[in-house]
Nanobody
Framework: QVQLVESGGGLVQPGGSLRLSCAAS????????MDWYRQAPGKERELVAS???????GYTDSVKGRFTISRDNAKNTVYLQMNSLKPEDTATYYC???????????WGQGTLVTVSS
């Protein structure tokens, strides 16, 4: 069973940066898609960024040019580098891994990002 643990959230001023980490452990999927989602208070959870096992990435329009998803295969960790943060980026950020072959999904517990002066 795959387990995901996020870290790196916190309080940052507008214009600042944070890097979120999502460390995977257990029996990993051979082909997968790793997603970062976020959910702001009172809003639906939204997909922010994705990376598949081949390395292809995608971003929602509101974060393009500011956020970058990357991975370190040796550490089984996926990152979300967030630059030029805005108050509207405030949310709990979750990582999710989905097996392309079985469709099984595993979520992390979330990490809170607060952008405020």
């Amino acid at each position: 069973q795959v387990q995901l643990v996020e870290s790196g959230g916190g309080l940052v001023q507008p214009g600042g940066s944070l890097r979120l980490s999502c460390a995977a452990s257990g029996t990993l999927f051979s082909r997968y898609v790793m997603d970062w989602y976020r959910q702001a208070p009172g809003k639906e959870r939204e997909l922010v960024a994705s990376m598949n096992s081949g390395g292809s990435t995608g971003y929602t329009d509101s974060v393009k040019g500011r956020f970058t998803i990357s991975r370190d295969n040796a550490k089984n960790t996926v990152y979300l580098q967030m630059n030029s943060l805005k108050p509207e980026d405030t949310a709990t950020y979750y990582c999710k891994i989905r097996s392309v072959l079985s469709g099984v999904e595993v979520w992390g517990q979330g990490t809170l990002v607060t952008v405020s002066s």
